[in-house]
């Protein structure tokens, strides 16, 4: 049910979300010194295409690749991205067991995935999905990350909802999953996990990454985004 839930979130506020998403945070900005001209990138949840578009302002060379399950935010990236033999854009659903099957490329050096992990339910799938990100890199390659920490956030957290309102119970959720609305051109609901340091811990151990750097950024107090750097052992 909840991957259904954000699957609609995203198919019916498609425009709106990339409406408002049309710079990139300062936690993501603060990456593109860390990425080589000639890297394989791919890109999980890429949305409309605001990161792809500002590393080829920025002269990259190399292969880059833009995943996302919906076709209107792909459709907006391709419109925002150079025309360039380097740059694919594939639809692909990151909770489905062959998402990676339509990339263009066995190996990345190296993947990011902004704010899309914690639109992931269950530590279960989460695993899946980080265990298909150590198949697609090779040792010392990075998985670079951000969670939101919207319990930072006065604002978002007067925004959490009760599980009711989609008739869930508490025996079927896990610990920091919360239910939030959107309220940008219409009513809307997500799902989001919180994830804590100790959570993302096992989870590198458990898929094979050791954490090389983990810092805060993003909002008003410059703590809404928790961003990881991952290496692949």
Not at 53 to 78: C, K, V
Not at 107 to 115: E, P, V
Not at 129 to 149: N, V
Request: proline share 2%; charged share 20%.
């Amino acid at each position: 049910m909840l991957i259904d839930l954000n699957r609609t979130f995203y198919q019916t506020f498609a425009q709106q979300f990339s409406a408002t998403r049309q710079r990139l945070q300062p936690g993501v900005l603060g990456i593109f010194d860390r990425i080589s001209d000639q890297e394989a990138v791919l890109e999980l949840g890429c949305g409309n295409g605001q990161l792809g578009s500002e590393l080829f302002r920025r002269g990259h060379q190399g292969l880059y690749t833009g995943l996302d399950s919906n076709a209107d935010l792909l459709q907006i990236a391709r419109s925002n991205l150079p025309e360039k033999e380097s740059i694919s854009l594939v639809q692909g659903d990151l909770t489905s067991t062959d998402w990676d099957g339509s990339l263009p490329a066995d190996k990345y050096d190296l993947i990011l995935a902004f704010a899309v992990l914690h639109h992931i339910p269950s530590f279960a799938l989460r695993r899946q999905i980080l265990k298909k990100i150590y198949a697609i890199t090779a040792p010392g390659d990075r998985f670079i990350h951000s969670e939101w920490q919207l319990l930072n956030s006065s604002k978002l957290r007067s925004r959490i909802q009760s599980w009711d309102r989609i008739g869930i119970t508490s025996e079927q959720i896990e610990d920091g999953d919360y239910l939030i609305d959107w309220r940008s051109g219409g009513q809307g609901l997500r799902y989001v996990h919180v994830f804590g340091t100790t959570e993302l811990e096992s989870l590198a151990t458990d898929t094979g990454f050791t954490i090389l750097e983990s810092y805060y950024s993003d909002g008003e107090g410059g703590n809404l985004g928790l961003y990881q750097i991952w290496k692949r052992l």
